[in-house]
C-alpha cells in the first residue's frame, strides 16, 4: 500500500534482504537507472514506539516494471512460494453445489494458517497504523502536511488519515469511495450496490458502439445478455480448453470455466475505459469461435504472478521474499473489521442478503 512498485531497493543482495536494514531519516539510493530507494524506520506498535520497528521500502518516482513488495515486517501465511503454489485460488461462489462451502473451508484453512505463523506483528497491520506511517513520511521529508490520491481501499485509508490528522491534509482526492462504516464493521454490503448498473453501461455501450467498435454487439442489450447468460451456462458444464502459444518455449494453457468468465467479467467493471472494448472482443472470440485465449490473457495478464508453469524454490529465492501476495490486504481487512461468524449458516445469510 505505502510502496511504491519498485524492482529494486538500491542495496546489495546481502543487504537488501536483512529486516534491520533500515534508517531512522530517508538516505535515498540510487537504484535501477532512473529512481532511487530507501526504506524508513516506523514504530510497529505507536502505543508502543520504543519496542518493535517496521521498515517501509519508498521510491521517488512510480516504477512501470511489476509489483514489488518490499515493505517489513511482510504478512505472509504461507512459509514459501512452493507452499502457497499448493493453495489454489478461490473460486465463484455459485461455480458449483459445493463452491460456497469450499470458499469458507478455504478461508478457514487461510485463518488457521496466518494464526499459526504470526511472529506478533500481524495484529499492528492495520489502516490505522498505516495513516500514522504515512505522517510519519510526509514529515520525514521534511513536510508538514500530506498530499494524496487515493482510490478504493485508498479511500478509507484517506478517510481515516482525514479523521486522525485533519490538520495535516495540504492536498487530498479519493476516488470511488467506499462506505467507510461499511468497511469497517466488515459487512462490505455497498460496495455491490451499483454493480448492476455498472455491466449495464457495459451492455448499453456495445449497442451504441456499433459492431465495428463493440465486437459483441446486438440490436439491443437484451439480446447482449442473453448470449452471455447462455455462455455461463455452458461454461458451468462445458469448461473451455485453451493454448497459446503451445509449441513455443513458453507455452500457455488453461481451460476457461464459469469461475474464470465471473472474475474476469468483474475485473473489467474496475476499469471500464480501459478494459471493456477489450472484454467485448474477448467474449465475443469464446462465443463465436470457442477460442478463449484473449480471456485468459485478461485474466492473468494483471495478476504481478511469476512466469505459469515455472516451478517455485522451495526456500525461496531473494526475489521470492518480495514477490506481491494478497496476505497483506486480508491481514488489513480483518484487524480493521469487526469478527466475521465462521458459522456456514449465518455466511450464507449473509451472502443471500447481498
Known amino acids: 500500500m505505502l510502496y511504491r512498485k519498485i524492482p529494486s531497493i538500491g542495496l546489495s543482495s546481502s543487504e537488501r534482504n536483512k529486516p534491520d536494514q533500515f534508517f531512522d531519516t530517508l538516505d535515498w539510493t540510487p537504484c535501477n537507472t532512473d529512481f532511487e530507494c530507501a526504506r524508513f524506520k516506523t514504530p510497529l506498535d505507536y502505543k508502543n514506539p520504543d519496542a518493535a520497528s517496521t521498515s517501509i521500502a519508498l521510491i521517488r518516482l512510480p516504477a512501470l516494471v511489476p509489483r514489488v513488495a518490499r515493505s517489513l515486517p511482510r504478512a505472509s501465511f504461507f512459509l514459501n512460494q512452493a507452499e502457497r503454489a499448493q493453495f489454489p485460488p478461490q473460486i465463484s461462489l455459485n461455480a458449483s453445489q459445493d463452491a460456497f462451502g469450499r470458499s469458507i473451508a478455504n478461508d478457514l484453512v487461510r485463518s488457521t494458517l496466518a494464526g499459526a505463523r504470526d511472529d506478533g506483528s500481524l495484529r499492528f497491520l492495520n489502516t490505522e497504523s498505516t495513516a500514522r506511517d504515512m505522517l510519519k513520511i510526509v514529515e520525514a521529508h521534511g513536510q508538514e502536511k500530506l498530499q494524496y490520491w487515493g482510490f478504493s481501499y485508498g479511500t478509507i485509508l484517506g478517510s481515516t488519515f482525514a479523521a486522525m490528522f485533519p490538520d495535516k491534509i495540504e492536498r487530498m482526492v479519493i476516488d470511488g469511495v467506499l462506505d467507510a462504516e461499511d468497511y469497517y464493521s466488515a459487512e462490505y454490503r455497498t460496495p455491490f450496490l451499483d454493480i448492476d448498473k455498472t455491466w449495464e453501461t457495459?451492455?448499453?455501450?456495445?449497442?451504441?458502439?456499433?459492431p465495428n467498435a463493440c465486437a459483441l454487439?446486438?440490436?439491443?442489450?437484451?439480446?447482449?445478455q442473453a448470449k452471455l447468460d447462455a455462455l455461463e451456462r455452458r461454461l458451468l458444464t462445458h469448461p473451455v480448453p485453451t493454448l497459446v502459444n503451445i509449441n513455443s518455449s513458453?507455452?500457455?494453457y488453461h481451460t476457461i470455466d464459469y469461475s474464470i468468465l465471473r472474475l474476469t467479467m468483474w475485473n473489467a467493471l474496475y476499469t471500464p475505459y480501459k478494459s471493456f472494448q477489450k472484454l467485448a472482443s474477448a467474449l465475443d472470440d469464446l462465443i463465436s469461435r470457442g477460442d478463449g485465449a484473449a480471456l485468459y490473457a485478461m485474466?492473468?495478464?494483471?495478476?504481478?504472478?511469476p512466469p505459469l508453469y515455472e516451478c517455485p524454490q522451495a526456500n525461496g529465492s531473494a526475489e521470492d521474499q518480495f514477490a506481491p501476495v494478497m496476505?497483506?490486504?486480508?491481514a488489513v481487512a480483518c484487524n480493521d473489521g469487526k469478527r466475521v461468524s465462521a458459522d456456514y449458516k449465518d455466511l450464507r445469510e449473509h451472502h443471500e442478503a447481498q
Open 299 to 305: 485474466s492473468v495478464g494483471n495478476s504481478g504472478s
Open 202 to 210: 457495459f451492455l448499453d455501450g456495445c449497442v451504441a458502439a456499433g
Open 327 to 330: 496476505d497483506a490486504g486480508i
Open 250 to 252: 513458453t507455452p500457455e
Open 217 to 224: 454487439h446486438s440490436q439491443n442489450a437484451t439480446a447482449i
